[in-house]
């Protein structure tokens, strides 16, 4: 959880604040590394560390959309943390930004997590979708994946927020 869930959640974060509903919900990014899906936990703790001084792009690329939707400070704050039982409890509902994540039949949250799958929606879901939003990982190689994914998950929030707010009530 170091890129789609984070913008995700800081945009959410600011929606809410906006319609003065920050003290009714919480909103936290998980992710699976540290799980049996992905058991090795994160080299580093946020997208920032992954930048050409350590052998990747992936924040110079993203860096540009983050500033220009006032989210780049999050990202250098955020730590990586993994998904548990107790998140799930506590949880209204369960946005998972990747089909795969959430419905893998060996290592999916659904799979990980049984009984909990009724709080899982896809955040394309919002949106009247079943797609999810890949990786930028592992995203095509045309254009700036990394941006591109940025600016998809701030179109689903924008687009989704009424909707995330009718599942809330």
Excluded: C
Aim: hydrophobic fraction near 35%; proline fraction near 4%.
């Amino acid at each position: 959880n170091i890129m789609r869930s984070v913008i995700a959640q800081e945009l959410i974060k600011r929606k809410l604040a906006e319609d003065g509903l920050s003290d009714m919900y919480d909103v936290s990014s998980r992710g699976m590394q540290g799980t049996p899906a992905s058991p090795v936990v994160p080299t580093h703790a946020n997208l920032s560390y992954y930048n050409s001084a350590n052998g990747s792009n992936a924040w110079e690329s993203s860096l540009p959309a983050l500033k220009k939707l006032g989210i780049e400070e999050s990202f250098k704050k955020h730590k990586a943390t993994v998904v548990s039982v107790a998140d799930l409890e506590s949880a209204t509902i369960v946005i998972v930004t990747d089909a795969e994540v959430m419905d893998d039949p060996k290592y999916g949250l659904k799979v990980q997590f049984p009984g909990y799958d009724k709080k899982m929606i896809l955040i394309t879901e919002l949106v009247g979708s079943s797609e999810g939003i890949a990786d930028a990982y592992k995203a095509g190689t045309e254009g700036n994946k990394y941006e591109s994914t940025v600016y998809q998950v701030a179109d689903v929030v924008d687009r989704g927020y009424k909707d995330l707010l009718m599942r809330l009530k």
